[in-house]
């Protein structure tokens, strides 16, 4: 038996590089090396790509890159079935799969994976559709309803509809207060939550700042829920425990200061909900799951109400992933560790 060669990508051109530098170096420092050897690539914030052999305290440190003795610039042979790595030294390296260890735009909505498909590349994770659908969050909207998960109100404009007239008319029909976001971003970058008009337009700039799309979303009383999910045995699907996000009084917006320090909001694993209300939202979260094409794993993060009604709010095609990020926290939860998820994970995405 030998260790199997898993392309790991991380970094990459996106808002969220220094969270999946932090993703990336927990996935390499927990993998079994009796099973998986990691051939790391990153992707700086310009899109060079660096096959790197250096120590794993340099990836989220973001010195990586500038370590020349262990950074060699190489690129992926887009041959179908070849799945070898070009390095610009001469080298080359087989491998089996890949694992795109990416956050938002350039490598969680659908490019990477793209790109990795075309060259007949295994990819742990979702493919190249649920991919992009996942990260426009219209779209997951509009097929989630169609599947039967209500969700919130909202209204999508274009960068050349978002007239103040067309912003105006759009919050009139959903009500205050609202969030204003980019169709396509992730940890929460560029999305305010507005009370009133006078915050109406530069809000509209901020989102349109990430993305030439916008949302206006209704603001859905109670508080966001979480559920993991991942591909398991003949086709059936293996859940986490539900997680909930608590916000200190009067703060609106889980937004990217939030999630990654924790100042004024906690989460707790599981939830603070009855067991019917958990398994509703588990079952909500894999009809989204499979109505999106989604494979391999993915966090469907979803509202409840004080009335107890479920609203999905998104889902993460490639949720963090250090030991202490939600999608890991859920399964552990119900007694899966860190290194046997991914150990899971990658298994399931060779197999393809």
């Known amino acids: ?13 996106s808002t969220e590089y220094a969270v999946s530098l932090e993703s990336a170096a927990a996935v390499l ?110 779209r997951t909207h509009q097929l989630a309803a169609l599947a039967g998960v209500a969700v919130p109100k909202n209204v999508r404009l274009r960068r050349d509809q978002a007239t103040p007239a067309a912003l105006q008319a759009a919050a009139e029909t959903i009500g205050w207060p609202l969030f204003v976001k980019p169709v396509r971003a992730g940890s929460s970058f560029g999305i305010t939550r507005i009370q009133g008009p006078a915050e109406l337009a530069a809000a509209a700039a901020e989102a349109l700042r990430h993305d030439d799309e916008l949302l206006l979303e209704q603001a859905v009383p109670g508080f966001e829920v979480g559920c993991a999910v991942m591909d398991g045995p003949d086709g059936k699907l293996i859940t986490g425990a539900v997680d909930e996000i608590e916000l200190a009084p009067g703060e609106g917006l889980f937004d990217y200061a939030e999630k990654y320090t924790l100042a004024h909001a906690a989460i707790h694993c599981p939830a603070r909900i009855p067991d019917e209300t958990a398994d509703r939202i588990r079952d909500a979260a894999c009809t989204v799951y499979r109505a999106l094409g989604c494979r391999g794993f993915a966090r469907v993060d979803l509202f409840l109400t004080p009335a107890g009604e479920i609203l999905l709010n998104e889902v993460n095609t490639i949720p963090g992933l250090t030991g202490h990020s939600r999608f890991p926290s859920m399964m552990r939860a119900v007694g899966m560790d860190f290194p046997g998820l991914l150990d899971r994970l990658i298994a399931r995405g060779v197999q393809g």
Request: glycine letters at 14%.
């Open 1 to 13: 038996m030998y260790a199997r060669k898993i392309l790991i990508f991380f970094g990459g051109c």
């Open 29 to 138: 420092a927990n993998l079994d090396p009796a099973r998986w050897a990691p051939v790391p690539v990153g992707i700086t914030r310009d899109g060079r790509w660096f096959y790197y052999t250096g120590p794993l305290q340099a990836i989220p440190a973001d010195t990586w890159h500038r370590d020349a003795g262990h950074c060699a610039a190489c690129t992926l042979d887009a041959a179908r079935g070849a799945r070898t790595l070009w390095l610009a030294d001469g080298r080359r390296i087989r491998f089996e799969a890949a694992f795109p260890v990416l956050h938002g735009k350039n490598g969680e909505d659908g490019t990477l994976q793209g790109l990795l498909e075309l060259a007949g590349v295994p990819v742990i994770g979702c493919g190249t559709l649920a991919s992009a659908l996942c990260m426009d969050k219209g």
